[in-house]
């Protein structure tokens, strides 16, 4: 408790020492004009107004020439003596101290561990900013990063770099080397590469340099996280990355913020089909749902509706009618078709309308003569445009269509979520009886019917072990192990191996982690490749000898893997100092049980790249260059 009225002392001294230097200065010239004044004004043969402003000024530098001779002075005098060095030393001390804090600041950053580092500016940057300075240290690296937080406003746990986060020896002043996390939010995909790039350069040389920093970088890598701009690019660079993901201590993964938000706006605004406890007398066909604006958010969002539809629904259900609306919309439909197998559930009806409204017609008349939508999700950029869409949508529905069970209307807006305040809307739980109203808005919400999704604010910050692909593998192959197991009779918890993810010790987590780390090699190694899986693209099954042949590769590297951590060959005994495992031998000494786990792991391969929408593809072989 100490520490923390010491530090707030010391930040409202260093936000309030110019204000005081204004202060005391302005009253101490005041004083020392008017004593001096009076002071030579009593022997006119010295009195001249040079004389009064050259004495005033010394005052403010301790010079004690006036005050030699001793005697009576003026009381403005006898106060100014004393105020005017006092002025002095405040504003030495203001830029004393903002000079050392933020030589500190970066010396702190340079030398910070453990710490997240969010390279850019702008709302998405900001979001992660403030979302995560709460509970972690916060290096901020950006070219203006003193102005989105200037020094009366900097939080405790934020330092700033002010630099290009593309640049080597800025990345290096943030301690990226040490750091756990680093978010890139520049304003393009390639510069976010390019700090990515940079950051595997640091983190390599620092492997290269120090044997320590190598260990404890294998069990605990540098995450980087770059956003792409283009969400149609993710799964594009996702599948690029993966291909060469064998990078010991360092992960590379890309997000979307348009993607993100789609996951949290379904999360609070879910259709009644889509909610984990959904109601047993749903009619078969849900309510058609209705997405305007073609924007970014707007397409993630019907992608991840086809997605969940897919999931929760039956072979022989009826397919979900989305309706679309916007520029260009017929276009938007067929290219989301070709990328997103899940959309050949969903009837989806396209509307181009370059101003992004829908008639009142379409709104109501899919599902029946006047029938509502469930869900009208509004996802234009512009904030103003999509309220004017969202309103004339309530008035298309009408007041008696709104509400907890009928039409809801949610409108997307950026950062400000001063509509939601304005509105007195609260998002009240869909599944629960609606809430009384809530009258602290200036405007009628509707009874909830008219809501607000404020995309950073709600869709950060970024769970970086959630959004990274090998961790989402990893889990995927140990489900796909426990089903096995089970299926073959072995009960959960009768080896340390059958328990849940959360529960597993760390060196199994470990080793399904270089397990998914493997594809790469085997990609390689085949002359595959991974691309995004499409509608109509086929799927992919390995041939009987590329069966054999991967699980022998596949042995080879569990057994390397498990020999790095120091278990070693003979009966099974994994606690304690000297690890064994009866395992680690050739494949044709190898048990049939063994051999199965190896080929499951093979077999499981696709299916956990389908996983995150990744396919894989036999390229053709090059030709031999022709004998000259």
């Known amino acids: 408790m100490t520490g923390g009225l010491v530090g707030r002392t010391g930040r409202w001294l260093r936000r309030h020492l110019l204000g005081l230097f204004g202060v005391l200065g302005l009253i101490a010239m005041a004083l020392s004009l008017i004593g001096t004044y009076q002071h030579f004004a009593a022997t006119p043969e010295t009195f001249t107004w040079a004389n009064v402003v050259f004495f005033a000024s010394t005052l403010f530098l301790a010079d004690g020439t006036m005050f030699e001779g001793g005697g009576q002075f003026p009381p ?7 105020l005017a060095p006092l002025a002095t030393a405040v504003g030495v001390a203001d830029a004393v101290s903002t000079l050392f804090a933020h030589r500190f600041e970066r010396f702190r950053a340079r030398h ?11 709302p998405t940057a900001s979001a992660l900013v403030d979302k995560l300075v709460g509970s972690n240290r916060v290096v901020l690296v950006a070219q203006d990063a003193g102005q989105e937080y200037p020094d009366a406003e900097r939080p405790p746990n934020l330092l700033r770099i002010n630099g290009d986060p593309v640049e080597r020896i800025v990345l290096q002043g943030a301690g990226i080397a040490r750091a756990d996390v680093v978010y890139s939010c520049l304003g393009d995909t390639a510069s976010n590469l390019a700090v990515t790039l940079t950051a595997r350069g640091v983190v390599r040389a620092g492997r290269t340099r120090y044997r ?3 260990d404890a970088r294998v069990d605990n890598p540098l995450r980087c996280l770059a956003q792409v701009g283009d969400l149609s690019l993710l799964p594009h660079l996702r599948a690029r990355r993966i291909g060469l993901e064998n990078d010991p201590g360092f992960r590379l993964d890309f997000f979307a913020i348009e993607v993100l938000g789609a996951h949290s706006l379904l999360n609070s605004n879910a259709p009644a089909w889509a909610r984990p406890n959904r109601a047993p007398d749903l009619p078969a066909r849900p309510p058609h749902l209705v997405v305007l604006g073609m924007s970014g ?3 993630a969002l019907v992608m991840e509706l086809a997605r969940r539809w897919r999931d929760s629904s039956a072979p022989g259900d009826p397919l979900l009618r989305i309706v679309v609306s916007g520029r260009d919309a017929s276009g938007h439909a067929a ?10 559930r969903v009837e989806l009806l396209a509307h181009d309308s370059a101003s992004g409204e829908l008639p009142t017609g379409l709104i109501l008349a899919q599902d029946g003569p006047g029938e509502p939508p469930e869900f009208v999700y509004v996802c234009h950029r512009d904030e103003e445009e999509a309220l004017l869409r969202g309103l004339e949508v309530l008035r298309a529905v009408g007041a008696t269509g709104l ?3 009928r039409t809801r209307i949610v409108v997307r807006t950026g950062r400000q979520r001063s509509f939601e305040d304005v509105f007195g809307s609260r998002n009240p739980p869909v599944d629960e009886n609606p809430l009384p109203l809530d009258d602290s808005g200036l ?3 509707v009874q909830g019917g008219l809501r607000f999704f404020a995309v950073n604010d709600q869709a950060l910050p970024l769970d970086p072990g959630a959004n990274d692909l090998i961790e989402r593998f990893a889990q995927i192959i140990h489900e796909k192990y426990l089903a096995k197991e089970r299926a073959g009779g072995a009960a959960m918890g009768s080896r340390r191996s059958l328990r849940p993810w959360e529960e597993l010790d760390h060196d199994l987590q470990a ?3 270089a397990q998914a780390i493997g594809y790469s090699d085997v990609l390689r190694r085949r002359n595959w490749m991974l691309v995004p899986l499409g509608e109509h693209d086929p799927e992919f099954s390995f041939t009987a000898d590329e069966v054999d042949q991967l699980a022998r590769e596949e042995h080879l590297r569990w057994w390397r893997e498990r020999e790095s951590r120091g278990v070693r060959y003979g009966p099974l005994e994994l606690e304690g100092s000297d690890p064994r495992h009866p395992s680690l031998v050739d494949w044709e000494n190898l048990s049939r049980d063994d051999r199965l786990r190896s080929e499951a792991v093979v077999l499981n391969m696709p299916a956990v790249l389908a996983a995150a929408g990744l396919g894989i593809v036999r390229m053709t072989p090059r030709p031999p260059d022709p004998v000259a």
């Not at 403005?76 to 004393?82: K, S, T, Y």
């Not at 290219?335 to 050949?344: D, F, I, K, Q, W």
């Open 76 to 82: 403005a005098l006898e106060v100014a003596r004393f």
């Open 112 to 122: 910070a561990r453990r710490h997240v580092v969010v390279c850019g500016s702008g």
């Open 212 to 214: 320590r920093t190598a």
């Open 297 to 299: 958010l707007g397409l």
């Open 335 to 344: 290219a989301m078709r070709s990328r997103e197998p899940a959309l050949a």
């Open 403 to 405: 509400g907890e069970r």
């Open 443 to 445: 405007l009628d919400s």
């Open 511 to 513: 080793s399904n982690r």
